[in-house]
């Protein structure tokens, strides 16, 4: 019975791809397609890049969409982000060396104590350097392929953790340890735009829409240089004028976002982790998202 089903469905995936093609009818197509319409999932190929799976259409079942199966660079909209009323997703940006990592695990805890659903989505920047990917390549081809997936996984994963925040039935909290435009700070401009594009983007798509708020902690390289360290990160790389320069990189990368905040390094650390804290609140009380 499985062996059959799974006839059906691979025979059915054929059947589409011929006719797409133009060539002619299989034999007994139209059989085997009632059945494969049922039961299947299809490949329909869309006016962009790649194919998206579709349940095929049937008088007995609705059409519907769900996930995309790209078959070269997936492409992303805003609308796979599912949005919620009850979520508020926020950006934890950065210079090297800001305390992001602290401030994470003080909003998680601070937020999970006044009743509120937290995630914290890891950087994907460092995950797939523990992984082994090599993002100081001279390698120009495996760069932009690196890149490339690392901007694919981030979008892929900023929409699951969406999709799990819907489901708490609770008002949520999502901090994601960077966004995708921080990625923008990595490569020149020209390549950064052909990214967006393939995977159906563009600026202010990806800065403006996806995020409803973003703090960027000045790195400590900048008003704080004694606490600047490489020591406690082996993902960090830059001396301090490097990391100046990122810093700045990716405060032009955010700039236009209508609730972007700069926390600089005024006073001591704990005044810092505060002012993320009382910059969450506010936005929280600005949309009325209270436990």
């Given at each position: 019975m499985i062996l059959?089903?799974?006839?059906?469905?691979v025979f059915g995936v054929i059947a589409y791809i011929w006719r797409d093609l133009g060539l002619p009818p299989l034999i007994f197509e139209n059989r085997y397609l009632s059945h494969f319409?049922?039961?299947a999932v299809i490949l329909v190929k869309t006016d962009k890049i790649g194919y998206k799976q579709e349940l095929a259409p049937h008088p007995d079942r609705e059409k519907r969409q769900v996930n995309h199966l790209p078959l070269s660079a997936p492409r992303f909209r805003v609308?796979?982000?599912?949005?919620n009323k009850k979520t508020v997703r926020i950006v934890l940006t950065g210079g090297p060396c800001a305390g992001k990592t602290t401030a994470l695990s003080r909003v998680y805890q601070f937020f999970t104590d006044k009743g509120y659903a937290v995630y914290a989505q890891p950087e994907a920047a460092t995950l797939f350097n523990q992984a082994g990917v090599d993002f100081l390549t001279n390698n120009k081809p495996l760069f932009l392929e690196s890149e490339r997936q690392l901007l694919s996984f981030q979008l892929h994963t900023e929409a699951c953790f969406c999709k799990m925040a819907e489901a708490t039935g609770k008002p949520t909290i999502i901090?994601?340890?960077?966004g995708i435009m921080d990625n923008a700070a990595y490569m020149n401009s020209e390549m950064w735009e052909s990214l967006l594009a393939e995977m159906g983007l563009d600026d202010a798509s990806a800065r403006d829409e996806r995020y409803d708020a973003v703090l960027h902690l000045c790195t400590t390289a900048k008003g704080a240089e004694d606490f600047y360290t490489c020591a406690n990160n082996n993902s960090r790389t830059e001396d301090i004028e490097k990391a100046i320069l990122l810093d700045d990189?990716?405060?032009?990368a955010w700039t236009g976002h209508p609730r972007l905040r700069i926390i600089p390094n005024k006073g001591t650390f704990e005044d810092k982790l505060n002012a993320v804290i009382a910059e969450i609140s506010a936005i929280l009380d600005d949309v009325h998202l209270w436990p």
């Open positions: 059959t089903l799974k006839f059906w469905r319409q049922r039961n609308t796979d982000m599912p949005i901090v994601y340890d960077r990189k990716m405060i032009k």
